[in-house]
């Protein structure tokens, strides 16, 4: 089978094509095609040439938002061309959530994580579940930090079970702020990233954003706040219900976690796993998943990730 697609005139050829044709390489391995440039028309022979074109104007798409054509952005592309799912690419694009310190946009990269921001938006409580590498705390602490600068909300607070990979804070050596840093690490980043780390320290010296561990939060209620609980399939069923009912008036809660991942002792349930079976259907709370589609960091994570998920598929068989 054999079509083609003209290469509109506004279109830059080498960035569509990439060095040494890379781009084109990787799209014709996927789709099993061979391509050819004629004049200003790209001939398309093999065994999918249908789905080559629309991948091809997906391109087209995306370098004319974007006027550059990343690798991880391409692989996206593909993916989600060969899986059947459409998607508004200027949609997402258009979207910004917020920008960094540096001035820099941060805007929805996947169709996952548009749709992610729209419900955190809509909804008081969301669920972000899936693989790590998605995006599912980075955009919520984006979003919190949002919300604060235009004085939707008065505090923020980022937390996240202090139990991971079998280790508990009493058997650790150090204080308690030695002990409880490296847990919230990850929690740090996404708010230096954003904020910088100057502007990120002086709000938490002022009490207007705190990072906390878990455990911290009991027997609070929490008004006027953008709360965030990161790594939520180590909680137990207590520790989750303990921390959904802090939440108090004009408050948002976004819970992120990965139940593939769970670090909790066997006999324990998770509480991710148990809260989402719970909570779908109740009015105001929203579940939000991802996939190795949504990935955006280096694209063996994707590929890491889609293997151990044949991997554990084929032991259930």
């Keep these: 089978m054999e079509l083609n697609i ?3 005139e506004d279109i830059n050829i080498q960035e569509l094509f990439g060095n040494y044709d890379a781009n084109i390489k990787e799209v014709e391995e996927r789709t099993e095609t061979t391509m050819v440039l004629r004049g200003d028309a790209l001939l398309i022979k093999g065994r999918y040439p249908d789905i080559a074109v629309k991948v091809i104007e997906r391109l087209i798409d995306a370098i004319r938002l974007d006027s550059t054509l990343d690798r991880q952005r391409l692989n996206y592309i593909i993916d989600m061309t060969l899986s059947g799912i459409s998607y508004d690419e200027k949609a997402s694009r258009d979207d910004i959530i917020c920008f960094t310190h540096r001035g820099k946009p941060l805007k929805p990269k996947t169709k996952g994580q548009k749709e992610y921001v729209d419900k955190i938006r809509r909804s008081d409580m969301v669920f972000g579940i899936g693989p790590a590498g998605t995006g599912k705390t980075y955009i919520a602490c984006a979003m919190a930090i949002d919300a604060y600068k235009n004085k939707e909300i008065e505090k923020i607070i980022l937390t996240r079970p202090a139990v991971e990979a079998g280790e508990r804070l009493g058997f650790l050596p150090g204080d308690m702020q030695e002990k409880v840093d490296p847990y919230l690490r990850p929690l740090y980043d996404a708010l230096f990233d954003v904020l910088g780390a100057e502007a990120s320290m002086r709000l938490k010296e002022k009490g207007i954003i705190e990072v ?3 455990a911290y ?3 609070r209620t929490l008004d006027n706040a953008f709360i965030i609980l990161d790594e939520a399939q180590n909680t137990t069923r207590e520790q989750m219900k303990m921390f959904l009912t ?3 008036f004009s408050s948002k809660v976004v819970v992120t976690g990965d139940i593939t991942q769970i670090d909790l002792p066997s006999g324990l349930t998770s509480g991710l796993r148990e809260a989402e079976k719970v909570l779908k259907g ?3 709370i929203e579940f939000s998943y991802f996939t190795e589609l949504d990935v955006v ?3 063996l994570v994707r590929k890491i990730i889609r293997a151990y998920e044949a991997f554990e ?3 259930r068989r």
């Design 6 to 8: 003209k290469i509109p």
């Design 212 to 214: 906390v561990p878990l």
């Design 217 to 219: 939060m009991r027997g």
């Design 246 to 248: 802090r939440m108090g």
């Design 282 to 284: 109740v009015e105001g």
């Design 297 to 299: 960091r280096n694209e």
């Design 313 to 315: 598929k084929n032991k």
